[in-house]
């Protein structure tokens, strides 16, 4: 991992991964638990994580997608950094207003790069991937900060969609142990 990466996954594990009890989606009790909205929420360490994204882009990137909720805020810095438009995509449309899966500008018939926060088995984004496609848009990428799945877990490549990532859960493992 080039110099760069492994100072960012050190940045981003010191600061996400905190100690104490916590209680997993799963039920499990844990000592340790990785707090990903705190590098999100730092402007420094979001600006690098958009940052290392761009060069990520598929160069067919018309609209970057920001992922509910985690992807929303890399997404728009990357919108910012490369003047790219961005939309935001929710978990399922919205019931009242414009009852919209996406909000933001136009993306039919144009590429859609996802941005999401951490990939574990990519279920979420295979559902917006899914539900972008079938109102028009074009979305074979996804670039996330962070892959955690292990292998096999993934299933984005079922529905033709290439997961790009800066870190992986194993980078920030060793960078933990530097």
Known sequence: MP???????????????????????????????????????????????????????????????GLELGGIPIATMVSSITGLPAIFVRKEAKTHGTCKLAEGGDFTGRTVTLIEDIVTTGGAVRDAAIALRELDGIVHTVVCAIDRSEPGQNVLDQIGLSTVSILTKADLDTARRV
């Open 3 to 65: 110099n760069d990466l492994t100072r960012l996954a050190a940045a981003i594990d010191g600061t996400c991964r905190i100690r104490g009890s916590f209680t997993l989606r799963s039920g499990i009790t844990t000592n340790e638990y990785f707090d990903k909205y705190r590098f999100e929420g730092d402007p420094d360490l979001l600006r690098e994580v958009a940052q290392a994204m761009v060069p990520l882009l598929p160069s067919d990137t018309d609209v970057v997608g």
